[in-house]
């Protein structure tokens, strides 16, 4: 006698829902090991050691010379740059080392110091400012630039290629390029030229003189 239904309709359920599992589970799978591969690109470059330092140079003008400075509560290997002769207010800020440009903007707030307006009000932070990476985890920042930066995100420059302008930008309290070296994300003492600065903890006043040799050849 027949009934109307399917002879065996519970094989077939039970057919399509261990297809249902073996799916799903493959498709978790995947999305694990997309994960590890993810997570992988990620933290990998970030524990991978420092390349070898490059050979940066001051980031002004070839031939100047200039006075390289810290003071208490600076924080250490932190370096403020003035001009030994001239005015510092729109002098080129230039590139130490070629690499891309990863930060090109505002860091704080701009206050209002100008060259018309020398002593008008602080801002916060570095101001205008730029950040450059140099490949093997080595990267370099110049704050409280005058005006906007003169390259973009994602730009590569050359060493040597201008960036910027001195200004007072930010939390400054004169015209001057606050300077930084970075491996990795710990700042370092600067090196210009091969020969480190002698800029390195903050626990007191202190200056040296050093001439650019970010030179452009050919």
């Keep these: 006698m027949t009934t109307g239904r399917p002879t065996s309709p519970r094989t077939h359920r039970r ?8 799916v799903l589970v493959s498709v978790v799978v995947a999305a694990v090991l997309v994960t590890v591969a993810v997570v992988a ?16 140079q001051l980031p002004v003008a070839c031939g100047e010379t200039w006075q390289l400075g810290t003071y208490p509560g600076h924080d250490d290997y932190d370096v403020d740059l003035f001009p030994t002769e001239g005015k510092a207010w729109g ?4 590139a130490s080392y070629a690499g891309k440009v990863t930060v090109a903007g ?19 932070g570095g101001g205008y400012w730029v950040k450059i990476d140099h490949g093997g985890r080595w990267e370099t920042q110049y704050l409280h630039l005058l005006e906007p930066p003169l390259v973009r995100v994602g730009q590569r420059v050359a060493q040597g290629e201008q960036i910027g302008r001195v200004g007072s930008t930010g939390n400054s309290g004169a015209p001057h390029l606050h300077y930084e070296q970075r ?32 030179c452009v050849t050919g």
């Design 15 to 22: 057919v399509r829902s261990r297809r249902t599992r073996t």
């Design 41 to 56: 690109v990620l933290v990998v470059p970030l524990v991978r050691p420092a390349g070898p330092r490059p050979l940066f």
């Design 91 to 94: 002098r080129p800020v230039l």
């Design 106 to 124: 505002i860091n704080g707030s701009l206050g209002g110091r100008t060259p018309d307006d020398p002593n008008g009000p602080r801002g916060r």
């Design 183 to 214: 491996r990795g994300w710990e700042k370092v003492e600067a090196y210009f030229d091969g020969a480190p600065s002698g800029i390195t903890h903050d626990d007191t006043e202190y200056t040296v003189r050093r001439k650019s040799n970010n």
